[in-house]
């Protein structure tokens, strides 16, 4: 990587494909991302109310009721059975991620992505090196001290703190002091350590991956033997650690990307020049 | 020793490294999260819940935080709490004296919730128990100065039932009547708008938690009157009609009005109130 340290990451890709489609999949996610929130904006801002409530739970169309799968779980932790709509919700929504892929929630639905997308952006442009190292375990501990913290005291402890679904709430409803959150993620992430919140610490993030590790829609590194060693994909990718095993594993092993971690952002696939990468179901192999 | 065992024993090492590093920093973090969730189950006395909620404790296991029932409330009472207010985070409250409940009659709030936070079992919203209205500063009401307000006592939707007035005898004036209301825990739904309407610069009536404002009987507790009631007759000794030793003209009402009067005596007015009507 060290020999490409000046060169701008996907200069080979927009060369080769053209601006457009070389950020294909990154303009895809921020659409998606933004409408998703525009859609739970639209009622309070206009009265049009196709979707209610937050990404927590939501109702839409006043009749479908979602509810986040994450959130359910610590509820049923702290040792209470919600009602039904709620139970449906959960299962619907986890259903839809075991098929897209678990951490699809984390690059095309969370705005918090776009923080720290913004952070890393930030980060490459102004080449800082500073990286305070703590381990990508993290966020499973986090995750287990969140549940356990339910069941030992009967309420919803992590959502007392959760950046994640405190910004979202507080964008489509009211703004506390949650922006603060905001601004703190995006410093640590640009400053103090690389992909420090979405990639090392956030729960959420880390039950997503656990959906993720048998999730069907997947990356794949289907050309991987035109791979030319640009190194723009370990770049760009949030979870670099995920590509290598299928990238550069031996020629018996699966060219499938199969790590929970993945976030199907596609953004490899937009980097590529050589276009190693493609969006399969994960028993092509 | 083979490179490759070599290999295998050091990535053991950096993965249980990374293991202990992870589980070490998150339960330091979870102690302090643990304790900083135990002052959060307080809830600030200004801060109501919405109807359908018996224990703060069972609340914060079952509600998700989505605010749908802050969307359906058709009077933007609730609200959900924010980050630096001293409330559950994203819960849904309301300030009685910003704007109280207005206790509709279908309870869209409780409709709204998924997940039964807001009991569903909750129907009428008479049976609500938001929180309990006292007449916490009797300083400071004027009804207690003997000036006639009343206006909690006419706002009141479960009027008559949860607040009633109650006359009692004026020692400041001597002649008049004050006019207290009174609140009756067995129908106030701590809606809030006695607190809303007090006309004071700062409500002298509140509503506050049930917990914080209902006191308990000791349980071993019989209460004479209401034993006889069951049993029909005194349990002790028989009622003996009482006999009184009274002034010429006064009676006394026994279980009625008590002492009264003759209706004038020759000192019944004070002697500047007769110079002032000029019999004298």
């Given at each position: 990587?060290?020999?490409?340290i000046?060169?701008?990451?996907g200069?080979?890709a ?7 489609l ?17 859609l739970?904006?639209?009622?309070p801002?206009?009265?049009i109310?196709l ?6 739970s939501?109702?839409?169309l006043?009749t ?9 779980l610590?509820?049923?932790?702290t040792g209470?059975?919600p ?5 449906s ?16 929630y ?7 992505n ?5 952070a890393?952006?930030?980060?490459r ?12 375990m ?5 995750l287990v001290?969140?549940l356990?913290l339910?069941s ?6 992590w ?8 910004i979202?709430r507080e964008?489509?409803f009211?703004m ?9 993620i ?5 400053f103090?350590?690389?992909r ?5 610490l ?9 959906l993720?590790r048998v ?8 050309n ?10 370990f ?11 299928a990238?550069?594993g ?27 990468f493609?969006?399969k179901?994960?028993f092509i192999? | 020793m083979?490179?490759?065992t070599?290999?295998t ?11 202990s ?5 998150a339960?330091l ?9 135990q ?13 359908g ?9 079952a ?17 959900l709490?924010r ?7 994203g819960?849904p409250?309301?300030?009685a004296?910003?704007?109280p ?16 936070a ?11 128990r938001m ?6 500063d ?12 009343e206006v ?8 008559d039932k ?19 209301p009174?609140?009756?825990?067995s129908?106030?739904t ?5 607190e ?5 610069e700062e409500a ?7 917990k914080l404002?209902?006191g308990e ?8 009157w ?5 049993a ?20 006394y009402?026994?279980?009625g ?5 003759p ?18």
């Amino acid at each position: 990587m060290a020999k490409n340290i000046n060169k701008v990451i996907g200069q080979d890709a927009v060369i080769k494909k053209g601006w457009l489609l070389a950020h294909k999949w990154l303009l895809l996610r921020r659409f998606s991302q933004l409408s998703i929130i525009g859609l739970f904006l639209l009622g309070p801002v206009s009265g049009i109310w196709l979707i209610k409530g937050n990404m927590s739970s939501s109702l839409i169309l006043d009749t479908l009721s979602l509810t986040d799968p994450f959130v359910f779980l610590q509820t049923l932790f702290t040792g209470y059975l919600p009602e039904m709509t709620v139970i449906s919700g959960a299962v619907i929504v986890a259903l839809f991620y075991l098929i897209v892929g678990g951490r699809v929630y984390c690059s095309w639905v969370c705005p918090i992505n776009i923080v720290t997308d913004a952070a890393d952006w930030l980060r490459r442009l102004l080449k800082v090196k500073t990286s305070l190292n703590f381990s990508r375990m993290g966020r499973y501990g986090l995750l287990v001290i969140s549940l356990v913290l339910a069941s030992v005291s009967g309420m919803l402890v992590w959502e007392l703190v959760n950046p994640v679904t405190m910004i979202q709430r507080e964008i489509v409803f009211a703004m506390g002091y949650s922006w603060l959150f905001i601004i703190g993620i995006f410093i640590l992430d640009a400053f103090v350590s690389r992909r420090a919140w979405c990639g090392h610490l956030c729960p959420m993030g880390a039950f997503y991956s656990l959906l993720g590790r048998v999730s069907i829609i997947k990356v794949n590194a289907i050309n991987r033997d035109s791979c030319n060693d640009c190194m723009d994909c370990f770049a760009v990718c949030p979870e670099p650690q995920v590509i290598k095993p299928a990238l550069k594993g031996n020629v018996s092993s699966s060219p499938v990307i199969n790590s929970g971690n993945c976030t199907n952002c596609a953004r490899c696939i937009d980097v590529c020049a050589e276009n190693v990468f493609t969006i399969k179901h994960r028993f092509i192999n | 020793m083979s490179s490759a065992t070599n290999k295998t024993l050091q990535s053991r090492r950096r993965f249980l490294e990374n293991i202990s590093r992870a589980a070490g920093g998150a339960a330091l973090f979870g102690i302090g999260l643990g304790l900083y969730s135990q002052q959060s189950k307080s809830l600030p006395s200004t801060a109501i819940r919405p109807p359908g909620v018996d224990n703060e404790g069972d609340f914060l296991s079952a509600c998700v935080r989505c605010g749908l029932c802050v969307r359906d409330c058709p009077y933007d009472t609730l609200k959900l709490s924010r980050l630096g207010e001293n409330i559950a985070l994203g819960t849904p409250y309301f300030d009685a004296r910003k704007i109280p409940c207005e206790m509709c009659e279908d309870i869209p709030c409780v409709k709204a919730c998924p997940t039964g936070a807001l009991d569903p079992e909750l129907t009428n919203i008479d049976d609500a128990r938001m929180g309990l209205a006292v007449l916490i500063d009797q300083e400071a009401c004027i009804a207690f100065q003997g000036l006639r307000c009343e206006v909690c006592y006419n706002v009141c939707p479960v009027r008559d039932k949860a607040i009633s007035i109650n006359r009692s005898h004026n020692i400041r004036t001597g002649k008049h009547a004050l006019f207290i209301p009174v609140v009756h825990s067995s129908d106030c739904t701590g809606c809030g708008k006695c607190e809303h309407a007090c006309i004071l610069e700062e409500a002298a009536i509140k509503v506050l938690p049930t917990k914080l404002a209902k006191g308990e009987l000791g349980h071993h507790y019989r209460l004479s009157w209401e034993e006889k009631d069951k049993a029909g007759k005194s349990l002790v000794t028989p009622d003996i009609e009482h006999k009184y030793n009274l002034p010429e003209g006064t009676r006394y009402d026994y279980e009625g009005e008590g002492l009264i009067q003759p209706e004038s005596t020759p000192f019944n007015e004070s002697a500047i109130d007769r110079q002032n009507k000029g019999s004298l």
